[in-house]
């Protein structure tokens, strides 16, 4: 019989985040399809009792918390200690995790200190026979595999935006606090702060967004009156996304211009680009805007939900059943438009 563990980390402010909620519906789930395997949750950081009773309404019964200020940031070493020790005291044979940051570099180790095995960004785990089946894509998003492991434990991060973030009333959780020796050699490294980036793409890029904007290079090119307006592409773009919070992607050949020093969006860069040679972002939503919609391109779009695009030519790509709805418009109109009715006016 399996024994399933949730593991877990709050974010800055103590909470739950969200990946940690998409990742406790999958092992809910799974444990259920298991059979009613044994199930427990554990959570890493400062504040994880605490957190762990954001999650009392899920009914596992077991919380397993390693909590305090030794914990708080995201380092390596107090991590994985925690990470292990917790695998240990539930006996976990499957652990399954978010896909952060904070779990991308700490995981992979800790399946190493328990004789384990790990697969990353899983984007989908089921039952089949008694087996558990792990779903997961390979080079650059263009092949899917199904593949069930027999060492144990096995060790999944799941990416984002593959389940509903799990949903409930707090309560009591109870959680054990499992007491984590750490050497000085493990509390050598020292978070001292974070810094974001002060411009550019990072500041556009948002993958917990519900809504993908893709900036295509349309944008740039001479519209109905003969001239290109990039300036007031720019604006509308930015526009949107400051009023909506939505991530920006980007077609390559828009980026590609702002590489060449072309006259183009000055928040634009490689990293936002979508697609073959791009990223696959996850989002459920996504509006293209004066992109083509053309396969190398669309192929990024794989885990984006709901699909429209705008676009002068009605034959474009996403006209091809690539989007869900193509608004055969203007793009700086309707922009423009969207815009003011985000601002309350008619
Ligand atoms: C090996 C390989 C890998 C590639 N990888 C990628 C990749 O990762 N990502 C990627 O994006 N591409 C990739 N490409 C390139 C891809 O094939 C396309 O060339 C690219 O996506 C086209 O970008 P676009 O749609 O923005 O530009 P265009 O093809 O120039 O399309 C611009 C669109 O804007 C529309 N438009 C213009 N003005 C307006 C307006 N006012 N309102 C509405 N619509 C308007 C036009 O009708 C047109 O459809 C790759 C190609 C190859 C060969």
Request: overall charge neutral; proline content about 5%; charged content about 20%.
């Amino acid at each position: 019989m399996e024994h399933v563990l949730c593991l877990l980390h709050t974010d800055a402010d103590g909470a739950v985040p969200q990946p940690a909620r998409e990742a406790v519906t999958t092992a809910l789930r799974l444990a259920t399809e298991l059979g009613g395997a044994a199930l427990a949750i554990g959570v890493i950081g400062a504040g994880a009792a605490a957190a762990a009773d954001q999650l009392a309404g899920t009914g596992v019964e077991r919380f397993v918390a390693v909590d305090g200020p030794d914990f708080a940031s995201s380092r390596y070493a107090t991590d994985a200690a925690a990470a292990a020790a917790i695998a240990r005291a539930t006996e976990a044979t499957v652990i399954v995790g978010p896909a952060t940051a904070r779990f991308a570099r700490t995981l992979p180790g800790v399946a190493r200190r328990l004789g384990g095995r790990i697969d990353t960004q899983v984007t989908g785990l089921a039952v089949d026979a008694g087996r558990v089946i792990a779903e997961r894509w390979y080079y650059r998003q263009r092949i899917v595999t199904k593949a069930s492991r027999t060492t144990r434990p096995w060790l999944l991060t799941l990416a984002p935006g593959i389940a509903s973030p799990w949903q409930g009333e707090p309560g009591q959780a109870n959680a054990e606090r499992l007491a984590v020796e750490l050497s000085a050699a493990e509390q050598r490294t020292r978070v001292v702060g974070i810094e974001q980036a002060s411009s550019g793409a990072a500041q556009t890029i948002r993958p917990d967004a519900d809504l993908l904007l893709v900036a295509g290079a349309g944008w740039t090119k001479k519209q109905a009156d003969g001239q290109p307006h990039v300036a007031d592409a720019a604006r509308l773009v930015l526009g949107f996304l400051e009023r909506t919070r939505a991530s920006l992607g980007s077609s390559k050949s828009l980026v590609d211009q702002s590489a060449e020093g072309g006259a183009v969006m000055p928040f634009m860069t490689h990293l936002n680009q979508v697609g073959q040679t791009g990223s696959t972002p996850r989002h459920p939503k996504g509006l293209a805007t004066c992109c083509h919609g053309e396969e190398p391109h669309v192929v990024g779009w794989r885990f984006i939900r709901e699909r429209r695009a705008i676009n002068l030519d009605p034959s474009c790509g996403w006209a091809r059943g690539k989007a869900d709805v193509l608004y055969v418009a203007d793009a700086f109109e309707v922009m423009a438009k969207v815009n003011a009715l985000l601002d309350g006016a008619s």
